[in-house]
């Protein structure tokens, strides 16, 4: 079992920046990649950037160029580094690891942090 606590969250201007952090604990040597996914009020939960083992990144369309994901791994800590923000990128927050089985993507997660964009 995997534990994942997020931090970092909060409310920022249109254009600002926010770094977010997941600190994760427990069984984690199996875990295919690390990810962060959104859920805006009334809209679905989506993968927003997710850092495989080997360090590979991948992001959804709407953040590339202004969303960075990485991870320290003696740390044990993932991060989300947010830029040139929009109010667009208002959500809920959560941090995942996860594994890929045969039922696609499944894993742990966090309790979730809410970042507020104002415009």
């Known amino acids: 079992q995997v534990r994942l606590v997020e931090s970092g969250g909060g409310l920022v201007q249109a254009g600002g920046s926010l770094r977010l952090s997941c600190a994760a604990s427990?069984?984690?040597?199996?875990?295919?990649?690390m990810s962060w996914y959104r859920q805006a009020p009334g809209k679905q939960r989506e993968l927003v950037a997710a850092?495989?083992?080997?360090?590979?990144?991948d992001y959804a369309y709407s953040v590339k160029g202004r969303f960075t994901i990485s991870r320290d791994n003696a740390k044990n800590m993932v991060y989300l580094q947010m830029n040139s923000l929009t109010p667009e990128d208002t959500a809920v927050y959560y941090c995942?690891?996860?594994?890929?089985?045969?039922?696609?993507?499944?894993?742990?997660w966090g309790q979730g942090t809410m970042v507020t964009v104002s415009s």
């Open positions: 850092i495989a083992s080997d360090g590979i990144t």
């Open positions: 427990g069984i984690i040597f199996n875990i295919n990649r």
């Open positions: 995942a690891a996860q594994r890929l089985t045969v039922d696609g993507w499944n894993g742990n």
